[in-house]
C-alpha cells in the first residue's frame, strides 16, 4: 500500500541555521512526490514537486528537494531557516488509482520551530 | 486570479446534525477534492469530483457524500455528526494535468467542531 512517512514529529532549529525535514515513502510505481507548507489556521502551500528528470528540485521560498529512488525518499531542505518559516511542513506522494485518477497521500507532517 | 475560495471558514455543530461545507476551485480548474484533517495529522483523502461525478472515494462512510455542479464548485455534506468529524476540511482542485499527477491546490479550509 502507498505510505508516506515523515520520522521527524517536530523539529527545533535556529534561525540561520540549515535545515533538513526527512521523507520517505512506499510507492510501487515511479512517484510524484510533493512538499507541502501549513501555516498555523491556514490552508496548504506547495513548495516543490518531483515528477521526473533532475532528481534535485527547487522551489519556493529558497527550499529544495532530493528524490532518491534507491532510499524512497524525498527531503526537504533549505540552507539558512529564517523566522517565518516557523510552519508545519507536509510531504505526500501522487497515488494513482483506477481510471487514471490521482489522490495525494499526505504524511503526518512536521512542525518546525525557529529560534531567534 | 482568485484562487481556491471555501465557506464557511469555522462551524460549530452538535451531534447528529448534518453539515454542507461549499468549495469553488481556482480559475480554470475543473476537477475538486476534499480532504479531511484531524488534528495534528496530514490530510486524508475523501473524494474527488470530476465531470459532476465522484470519481474516487477514500475509506469514508457514506454519511459523508459530495456534490460537483456545472460551474465546478463543490459541496461536502456530512450528515449524522459525530465528535470524531471534528477537523479542518479542505478543498483542493486541479486539472488534466494534475489528475494525472495529483498536484493539488488547496484552499484554507473550513474548521467544523462537533459538540
Known amino acids: 500500500a502507498q505510505s508516506v512517512t515523515q520520522p521527524d514529529i517536530h523539529i527545533t532549529v535556529s534561525e540561520g541555521a540549515s535545515l533538513e525535514l526527512r521523507c520517505n515513502y512506499s510507492y510501487g510505481a515511479t512517484p510524484y512526490l510533493f512538499w507541502y507548507v501549513q501555516s498555523p489556521g491556514q490552508g496548504l502551500q506547495l513548495l516543490l514537486k518531483?515528477?521526473?528528470?533532475?532528481?534535485l528540485v527547487q522551489g519556493i521560498k529558497g527550499f529544495e528537494a532530493e528524490f532518491k529512488r534507491s532510499q524512497s525518499s524525498f527531503n526537504l531542505r533549505k540552507p539558512s531557516v529564517h523566522w517565518s518559516d516557523a510552519a508545519e511542513y507536509f510531504c505526500a506522494v501522487g497515488a494513482g488509482f483506477s481510471g487514471g485518477y490521482n489522490k495525494l497521500i499526505f504524511g503526518a507532517g512536521t512542525r518546525l520551530a525557529v529560534h531567534p | 486570479d482568485a484562487g481556491v475560495t471555501q465557506s464557511p471558514t469555522h462551524l460549530i455543530k452538535t451531534r447528529g446534525q448534518q453539515v454542507t461545507l461549499r468549495c469553488s476551485p481556482k480559475s480554470g480548474h475543473d476537477t475538486v477534492s476534499w480532504y479531511q484533517q484531524a488534528l495534528g495529522q496530514g490530510p486524508q483523502f475523501i473524494f474527488q469530483?470530476?465531470?459532476?461525478?465522484?470519481?474516487q472515494r477514500g475509506n469514508f462512510p457514506d454519511r459523508f457524500s459530495g456534490h460537483q455542479f456545472p460551474n465546478y464548485s463543490s459541496e461536502l455534506n456530512v450528515n449524522a455528526l459525530l465528535l470524531g468529524d471534528s477537523a479542518l476540511y479542505l478543498c483542493?482542485?486541479?486539472?488534466?494535468?494534475?489528475?494525472?499527477?495529483?498536484?493539488?491546490?488547496f484552499g484554507e479550509g473550513s474548521r467544523l467542531t462537533v459538540l
Open positions: 518531483y515528477f521526473s528528470g533532475d532528481t
Open positions: 483542493a482542485s486541479t486539472e488534466e494535468r494534475g489528475r494525472e499527477t495529483g498536484e493539488l491546490f
Open positions: 469530483y470530476y465531470e459532476e461525478e465522484e470519481r
